[in-house]
């Protein structure tokens, strides 16, 4: 028996030893207006590593989606909007930032599709962006002649590859800030949550009048594990 215990116990620590983990982390965003889930993109590592530290060190617990406009975006993450004297209404966010910034991380494959998360950032040569100002897209659906009227004036002859233009007719986002924000993640579900939030009634500078907080937390390993096996195109 005690033979049998030993075996027992082996074969469960080598099994907790090799399981394999999630082959991403996902994370949950809950407001007043409801909650989102995100997978966080592994081909952006410096983006998800820093969001991930962030969300564990609780920053965003607080913060406000400071800046909102339907058919675009909702953005949030300012820290300065946490501060009851400065978020006060009427009172301009989206100044706030952390002390440093991170380098662009552009991927041909990764573009403004509707419901992707990605990083605010002020005008710097380099696009590098804010450590932790980011935007939810909503954005609209667009049609083949407005998105060849795109490429011909804001995109300044930069061709929108026909995969991309598909999405942007059928699911829509915001193609014109491909290649200037870096995208990082994206929204799996709960989309409807960034709908209402973009909807509110807001102020002359695109912040709600009623103040929107906002948690983050992490999901546990076994919760991203599930979401990766009912995500993955086999379980579809």
């Given at each position: 028996m005690k033979k049998l215990f030993t075996l027992c116990l082996l074969l469960l620590t080598i099994s907790t030893v090799f399981a394999k983990p999630p082959k991403n982390q996902y994370v949950r965003i809950k407001t007043s207006y409801g909650n989102i889930i995100i997978r966080l993109y592994n081909q952006t590592p410096l983006h998800r590593d820093n969001f991930i530290k962030l969300t564990k060190e609780g920053?965003?617990?607080?913060?406000?989606?400071?800046?909102?406009?339907?058919?675009?975006?909702?953005?949030?993450?300012?820290?300065?909007?946490?501060?009851?004297?400065?978020?006060?209404?009427?009172?301009?966010?989206?100044?706030?930032?952390?002390?440093?910034?991170?380098?662009?991380e552009f991927k041909d494959s990764l573009f403004h599709k509707r419901g992707v998360l990605a990083a605010a950032r002020d005008d710097n040569p380099k696009k590098a962006s804010s450590a932790c100002q980011f935007y939810i897209v909503e954005g609209k659906r667009f049609t083949a002649g407005?998105?060849?009227?795109?490429?011909?004036?804001?995109?300044?002859?930069?061709?929108?590859?026909?995969w991309q233009r598909d999405i942007y007719t059928t699911v829509g986002g915001v193609p014109h800030l491909d290649q200037n924000y870096t995208v990082y993640g994206e929204v799996v579900t709960g989309i409807d949550m960034v709908d209402r939030i973009a909807a509110v009634k807001k102020d002359e500078r695109d912040r709600p009048e009623t103040d929107i907080p906002m948690t983050i937390e992490l999901l546990s390993k076994k919760e991203c594990k599930r979401l990766d096996e009912l995500l993955s195109p086999t379980a579809r």
């Open positions: 920053f965003y617990n607080g913060t406000l989606f400071h800046r909102v406009i339907q058919n675009f975006m909702i953005q949030g993450g300012d820290p300065d909007s946490r501060d009851t004297a400065k978020n006060k209404a009427g009172a301009e966010l989206g100044n706030g930032d952390l002390k440093y910034t991170i380098p662009a407005k998105l060849d009227t795109l490429e011909n004036t804001r995109l300044k002859g930069r061709k929108i590859p026909a």
